[in-house]
């Protein structure tokens, strides 16, 4: 993409409270791994100082995680909507960027998880003739906007179709 055009995209940043909503789900997985991990360590295998040394390593790395990966997502995550394109700028150590162009728009879907929902989130799910882009962490009145003006953009390609 041209420099030029890049600069000129005001993408958007996230609502606050998704950063809070990354970080209580990455602790819900670590958890979830970790805690299994960590009774078969020291109950079933009995694990020698080598294996409680590797165990507490496990925790202070996932502790680490936890406090720094929700804070660099939140700050590169970044989404942009306009009249050609719909972008989604994210990443943790690798950033990506999504770009769909708006007439190859075919089906949006709006989902929420139940952390997500704690925090008044959304998911907004654009399908297209390539694949699949997803829009995370909306607010959901924000979503539900959002999902409207890509539905009648939809709309008014079907439209444009069929008077071809």
């Known amino acids: 993409m041209d420099e030029n055009i890049k600069e000129t995209i005001e993408y958007k940043k996230l609502e606050p409270s998704a950063k809070n909503c990354m970080r209580i789900s990455a602790v819900i997985v670590l958890a979830v791994i970790l805690i ?12 020698g100082m080598l294996g409680l040394i590797c165990l507490g390593a496990s ?48 089906k949006i879907k709006t989902s929420q998880g139940p952390i997500a929902r704690i925090f008044k989130l959304s998911t907004i799910n654009v399908t297209t003739a ?31 179709e069929r008077e071809k």
Do not use: C
């Open 36 to 47: 299994p991990a960590t009774i078969i360590t020291i109950l079933l295998l009995e694990a």
């Open 59 to 106: 925790w202070i790395l996932a502790a680490a995680y936890v406090a720094v990966a929700p804070a660099l997502r939140y700050e590169r995550y970044r989404y942009a909507i306009d009249e050609e394109a719909i972008r989604v700028r994210k990443g943790l150590l690798w950033i990506s960027e999504d770009t769909v162009p708006m007439e190859r728009l075919h």
């Open 130 to 160: 390539g694949g699949d882009v997803d829009i995370q962490f909306l607010k959901d009145e924000e979503a539900t906007e959002i999902a409207e003006l890509l539905k009648k953009k939809i709309n008014e390609i079907v439209l444009k």
